[in-house]
């Protein structure tokens, strides 16, 4: 009798609910643990006073690691599949490979010369280097983890960038107040004036953005038909982001971070940011800007969503992070 | 001999190598002082052996901050940007003042770096301006 009644049991339909139930509250945990374990976003901050990358988690806006790295890391940048950080060091003339999913070093590639900004393909199969004293580009290959080039630039080569949809490298040379444009084979395919002193730069769609310290501009530069203009920032502006039609440009004389509306060609907001804020980065999921403040050792986060502040984080000494330090 | 040749070369280029690159360098001190941050900032605003030294390019008085850029030519360190600002301090009678620098040595080509151009020169010189002008300035709130 009372095995049969079992037997019922299992032949019901609500046993059989609830067994799907069961299962599926169980897929829907898992699925929002992996969620959660996907969404890790990390800040990664150079500080040149004391040789050091500051780790920010960006999810809970803590600090979570301190890593050596060589003598005076400015800059940066990200293989955001490969999940790896490569950082150069001006004063050991070298650079830091970081693996971004345990945080540690884990090679060092000499260079021999003080490389100024990185910026890697979208295959991430190579990483390219200006090299500021000897007006160079180096290319290193992810793979080997060596030098494999080294091909002549204008003076002074300093950020640099690669456009997606043309397949270019974009490098500022600050001293000669120039931007050159290079195709895969290293083949230059314009050369454009810019104000004085480019600086950072940033590329996306038909466009290139460059910032012009000494002339509190924005050169802005058509990758189409080569036409140009410029629009005023703050006092010394180092860098510039643009996302979903506005500008992000950092002030380092100010201590305040401008937000230009490319559309209506207006600025829209200027922000308090710490002392001396020099670059920034976006994470768009997150909708968080960060920004490094050389002077006060710090990043400030904003909201971009409505601009508002969110916190100020310390990092180690002269924070800068020149290039895309935002794992994403 | 060989060991000391190796070490005189390691030395020669380790200290070549910490000097090499476009790296600004900082100069950040503060001093505590006896005066209300309101006090404290009129006497800053009026206080005139800063501006011997340096060019005042803005004030803000809402955040208590003067930034200055340099006047002086024949001085072992280059583009000089420096803000002073004024900080709360443990009760309402006292602040913080803080000086922050930024600069550059004056030789700005590849190593070999010549003597008297290097980082280590130019944050000695601009040390040398810092602290004491924070110590005077010190001096001339707390005698008023």
């Known amino acids: 009798m009372v095995n049969q009644k079992k037997l019922l049991i299992f032949n019901s339909k609500i046993f059989y609910f609830f067994i799907l139930t069961f299962f599926l509250v169980i897929l829907y945990f898992n699925f929002l643990y992996d969620f959660k374990r996907e969404y890790i976003s990390k800040a990664y901050i150079t500080n040149q006073g004391d040789n050091t990358v500051s780790i920010i988690d960006l999810t809970t806006l803590k600090k979570v690691k301190t890593l050596k790295v060589g003598v005076a890391p400015l800059g940066i940048t990200i293989l955001q599949n490969k999940k790896l950080v490569f950082v150069g060091n001006v004063g050991t003339d070298d650079i830091s490979v970081i693996d971004a999913v345990d945080d540690v070093l884990i090679k060092t590639i000499k260079l021999n010369t003080a490389p100024l900004s990185l910026a890697s393909n979208p295959e991430e199969t190579e990483v390219y280097i200006t090299d500021w004293f000897k007006n160079n580009v180096i290319t290193i290959s992810v793979e080997e983890m060596k030098v494999t080039r080294s ?12 456009n997606k ?4 490298k974009i490098i500022t040379n600050r001293d000669e107040n ?22 950072g730069v940033f590329s ?7 910032a012009n310290v000494y002339d509190d501009s ?30 992000y440009i950092t002030n380092t004389i100010d201590d305040t971070l401008t937000i230009y509306d490319l559309d209506s060609k207006k600025t829209i907001k200027t922000l308090d940011t710490g002392e001396t804020p020099e670059n920034l980065d976006l994470n768009i999921k997150l909708n968080l ?3 490094t403040n050389w002077g006060d050792d710090s990043i400030s986060i904003f909201d971009t969503q409505n601009f508002k502040f969110i916190k100020e984080i310390k990092t180690g000494a002269q924070s800068r992070s020149f290039g895309d330090f935002i794992l994403q | 001999m060989k060991k000391i040749i190796f070490a005189l070369l390691a030395i020669m280029f380790s200290s070549s190598a910490l000097s090499h690159g476009p790296t600004p360098q900082k100069v950040q001190e503060s001093v505590s002082i006896s005066a209300s941050p309101e006090k404290t900032w009129d006497a800053l605003k ?11 390019r803005s004030f803000d008085d809402k955040k208590m901050k003067i930034k200055y850029g340099l006047i002086k030519k024949d001085v072992p360190y280059s583009d000089y940007n420096a803000q002073i600002r004024v900080k709360k301090g443990a009760n309402e009678n006292e602040s913080i003042v803080q000086w922050t620098a930024r600069f550059y040595r004056t030789y700005k080509l590849n ?34």
């Open chain 1, 289 to 291: 800007l960060v920004i």
């Open chain 1, 204 to 210: 996306e769609g038909d466009f290139a953005y460059a």
């Open chain 2, 46 to 56: 009026n206080y005139s052996e800063f501006n011997k030294i340096m060019k005042v």
């Open chain 1, 218 to 247: 924005v050169s802005v530069i058509s990758l189409i038909d080569w036409s140009m203009y410029e629009f005023l920032v703050g006092a010394h502006p180092y860098n510039v982001r643009v996302h979903d039609k506005l500008a």
């Open chain 1, 151 to 162: 091909s002549k630039v204008g003076k002074t080569p300093s950020g640099i960038t690669f």
């Open chain 2, 111 to 144: 190593p070999p770096i010549p003597e008297g151009q290097d980082d280590a020169t130019a944050v000695a010189a601009v040390k040398e301006i810092v602290g004491p002008g924070l110590a005077g300035f010190k001096k001339s709130v707390e005698s008023n």
């Open chain 1, 178 to 199: 120039t931007i050159e444009i290079y195709d895969k084979n290293y083949n230059l395919v314009r050369k454009v004036n810019t104000g004085k002193h480019p600086f």
């Open chain 1, 165 to 168: 949809k043309h397949q270019y």
